[in-house]
């Protein structure tokens, strides 16, 4: 088995998260997106988004990180990260969609602005993204309700938050007490440290 990312990538983050879980050996393969090699055409018959990541296992090559998510948690059920029951497995799936069509991109919108030279930035639109995150932490927070985690026990939902979680603690984003507590937990597991472990 082969994954295909970046070491700084947080959706390559979420599948090597996964991996050490459930404590699967994999070959790394880097696609240094700095240098455009993400572009490669070798690399575009794997994954012609060009993006990372991309697992190949035999004859099996797939991208989209929630769906590689749910192909490791399915052939690797002594895991546990994904629920039998289908309202809890329903729960499940809606965090993975939630995560990279809701949380993610306001934060990558941020990160963008931010960049710019000082003179060339868009207030109004940073503001406007603060905003969007804090409600979307606000959305979470509530889901947590107190509680550990997002359906009672540890589940890929909550591993899909972690790497864009940690992100924008990176960023010195405020982060809400139940979230900010709920990061603090899920950063403390020893698969994290593995998952950001990647030869260079």
């Known amino acids: 088995m082969q ?5 700084r990538s947080g959706n390559t983050r979420k599948v090597r998260l996964c991996l050490a879980e459930l404590g699967v050996a994999c070959e790394l393969v880097t696609i240094d997106l700095t240098t455009g090699a993400q572009r490669a055409p070798d690399y575009l018959r794997l994954n012609p988004n060009g993006v990372v990541p991309t697992l190949v296992d035999g004859e099996l090559v797939l991208w989209e990180s ?3 998510l749910l192909y490791l948690a399915e052939k690797y059920p002594h895991g546990d990260l994904l629920p039998s ?3 809890e497995r329903a729960r499940v799936y809606k965090w993975l969609v939630w995560q990279p ?3 993610n991109p306001p934060r990558q919108r941020l990160v963008a602005e931010l960049a710019k030279p000082e003179a060339a930035r868009d207030a109004q639109a940073i503001a406007a993204l603060r905003e969007t995150i804090a409600r979307n932490l606000e959305i979470l927070a509530e889901a947590l309700g107190g509680g550990d985690y997002l359906l009672g026990r540890y589940t890929l939902a909550d591993l899909v938050m972690l790497p864009h979680l940690a992100a924008l ?3 010195a984003f405020p982060l809400p007490g139940t979230v900010h507590r709920y990061y603090e937990r899920l950063a403390a597991r ?3 440290q593995a998952a950001l472990a990647w030869p260079r």
Request: aromatic share 20%; proline share 5%.
């Open 85 to 87: 029951r289908l309202d």
């Open 101 to 103: 069509a809701t949380f």
């Open 66 to 68: 929630s769906a590689i």
């Open 3 to 7: 994954l295909y990312g970046y070491h």
């Open 169 to 171: 603690h990176d960023m």
């Open 190 to 192: 020893p698969a994290w």
